[in-house]
């Protein structure tokens, strides 16, 4: 595996349901990123890790619960979403969290519908 | 706060001709800009990063402009393919985080 993976590739959920979206980087980096693209919107940054370390949270309601165990996995927990939820969720790292100064990689995305 | 705008949102041209998209920005203070590919149901590819000393930055068939003074960005594609076809955003580097454009949506014809 090289790059950064996402997994599932795919998901369709209920309001009710409890739901994780995995990421994983496979170029040493330490900094990993959470962001959300919905249709006719430009790519909103959610959440930042630096080695482990939440830095950033872009106002993000409290139903997208983000967990990074170590600096090479980062998951998003889902819960009680709503169908506006619906969207394209990106993963992404870089090397150092300065990520505005540097090159991002991104993962494939989850494609994401809340019914 | 920053604002990305990018035109036109939506641009089709046939096989072989020279195109140029715009981004232009609102806030000056920025350490970079980068130009990414996305192609359907697929994740970002960085295709050239401009620092902010710097004017303009080429990879092959693609060349980027950067003048902060003015606000703006233009990505040159020369002699474009098929393969070329998918959606370009722009992002402005900052202090922070990225800030992204919409992006232009580009269909290259056979």
């Known amino acids: 595996e090289t790059g950064v993976t996402q997994t599932p590739r795919h998901l369709v959920m209920g309001m009710t349901n409890k739901k994780s979206l995995k990421c994983e980087q496979h170029l040493g980096h330490n900094a990993m990123y959470w962001y959300k693209q919905s249709a006719k919107k430009p790519l909103e940054l959610m959440f930042v890790y630096n080695f482990k370390e939440q830095t950033e949270n872009n106002s993000v309601p409290s139903r997208f619960s983000p967990e990074c165990p170590n600096s090479s996995h980062l998951f998003l927990h889902l819960h009680t979403l709503q169908p506006e939820d619906s969207a394209l969720y990106l993963c992404?790292?870089?090397?150092?969290?300065?990520?505005?100064?540097?090159?991002?990689?991104f993962g494939p995305g989850t494609r994401l519908l809340v019914l | 706060k920053q604002e990305v705008t990018q035109i036109p949102a939506a641009l089709s041209v046939p096989e072989g001709e020279n195109l140029v998209l715009n981004c232009s920005f609102t806030?000056?203070?920025?350490?970079?800009l980068q130009w990414f590919r996305q192609d359907p149901g697929k994740g970002l590819t960085s295709l050239l990063l401009?620092?902010?000393?710097?004017r303009e930055q080429t990879s092959g068939r693609l060349n980027a402009s950067l003048d902060k003074s003015s606000g703006r960005s233009t990505l040159y594609i020369a002699a474009s393919q098929p393969g070329d076809s998918a959606t370009y955003l722009c992002?402005?580097?900052?202090?922070?985080?990225?800030?992204f454009g919409k992006g232009t949506k580009l269909t290259v014809n056979p």
């Open positions: 992002a402005l580097g900052g202090s922070e985080k990225l800030v």
């Open positions: 992404a790292s870089s090397q150092w969290a300065s990520g505005s100064q540097e090159t991002q990689y």
């Open positions: 401009i620092q902010s000393s710097q």
């Open positions: 806030d000056s203070a920025i350490y970079n």
